[in-house]
């Protein structure tokens, strides 16, 4: 399979505070999220000075991709994009068609499967298309979810390792990992259609596959265990009587303190980078809480711009380059894959 440029996806986040009610309501549009929810979220980015860390972060992982792409011979032109602020997908896709590129790859800051993680990209960058006029002068092609990926977990483990060594006392300690929360009718819709098997949908199981190997490896390098950990939910931005995954990190932190747990080590495994997500409602208020409540509390680092991820990242343009599937289900991706709930979209395909 020829691929002749990359695109890295992603999320996007405001760099002013002009820009971050605008970059709230992109986010959330259609999707009925009250204005008083959007203006208490908005209170999170303006106190970091309306600048979300992620496009920084984005800038820095480009320029890792970019040495590591060199460093192997990968010959190929790295673009990044975001669906919610500049670079915008329409403005970039127009950048790279003038220089000449017909067939891209894009891969997502994203590592799991579900509608907002996974399908609305696919979406999204068919939408840009359209917008910009190269429907039927480009084709762009969504690298699956690479949860799996050896280089995504290993930071966390190691993230782990080194928590349980700071902790007082590690036979009583918790270990949650976290990832945002998302309408349980999204949670059982994500992944294909032949493979839904009602709740935990394919999102919940990827990351209870992740946590289970993270648990694994921390007990097999340490020989502490078994390591007590759950899986639980932060950021949910929806209204209070659609269901949303539970519990809460917050609420979890709580439970682990009432149930006799001196320490909780966060691990945000659903996250590829330390974003506001990150920083504000782990670092802050599941922070705040364990204060409070008098709990010990260590969060994990993301992946980020870790060799092995990065290394993991270039892999899936190997991978693709080479025509090798760039994840072991080949359903991923598939037209009844984590489907929009609201309308049929075009979307991209996955490989």
Not at 60 to 67: C, G
Not at 111 to 116: C, E, G, I
Not at 220 to 238: K, M, Y
Request: glycine share 8%; charged share 25%; aromatic share 8%.
């Amino acid at each position: 399979m020829t691929f002749d440029a990359v695109l890295l996806a992603s999320f996007g986040g405001p760099e002013g505070l002009d820009e971050v009610m605008p970059f709230l309501e992109r986010v959330t549009a259609g999707r009925g999220i009250p204005r008083e929810r959007l203006e208490a979220v908005s209170h999170h980015y303006v106190a970091l000075g309306g600048v979300s860390p992620i496009n920084a972060q984005n800038r820095e992982l480009l320029e890792h991709l970019r040495a590591e792409m060199d460093w192997r011979g990968l010959g190929l032109p790295l673009f990044w994009g975001n669906r919610n602020s500049a670079p915008f997908f329409t403005d970039v896709l127009r950048e790279i068609h003038e220089q000449g590129h017909r067939r891209v790859l894009a891969v997502a800051t994203s590592a799991y499967s579900s509608y907002s993680g996974c399908r609305q990209y696919r979406e999204n960058l068919a939408a840009a298309m359209e917008e910009a006029g190269l429907s039927d002068e480009m084709e762009i092609v969504k690298a699956w979810p690479y949860f799996e990926r050896s280089g995504f977990v290993e930071p966390f483990v190691d993230g782990v390792i080194d928590a349980l060594t700071r902790v007082r006392e590690p036979a009583s300690t918790r270990v949650l990992f976290t990832t945002h929360s998302i309408p349980e009718a999204m949670a059982e819709g994500s992944g294909p259609d032949e493979l839904r098997t009602g709740l935990p949908g394919m999102y919940e199981r990827q990351h209870l596959d992740v946590a289970e190997r993270v648990a694994a490896a921390v007990e097999s390098a340490t020989g502490v265990g078994p390591i007590q950990w759950r899986l639980v939910f932060q950021s949910r931005s929806g209204p209070p009587q659609v269901p949303w995954l539970e519990p809460d990190v917050g609420d979890a932190v709580r439970e682990a303190s009432k149930e006799g747990a001196t320490s909780v080590v966060v691990v945000p495994i659903g996250f590829v980078s330390d974003h506001v997500e990150v920083v504000w409602d782990l670092d802050n208020e599941a922070r705040e809480i364990a204060d409070e409540i008098g709990i010990e509390f260590i969060r994990v680092s993301t992946p980020g711009i870790d060799s092995r991820f990065v290394g993991s990242l270039v892999d899936i343009m190997t991978d693709a380059l080479a025509g090798r599937p760039t994840e072991s289900e080949p359903l991923l991706c598939s037209s009844s894959c984590c489907r929009n709930s609201r309308a049929d979209l075009p979307s991209v395909c996955g490989c």
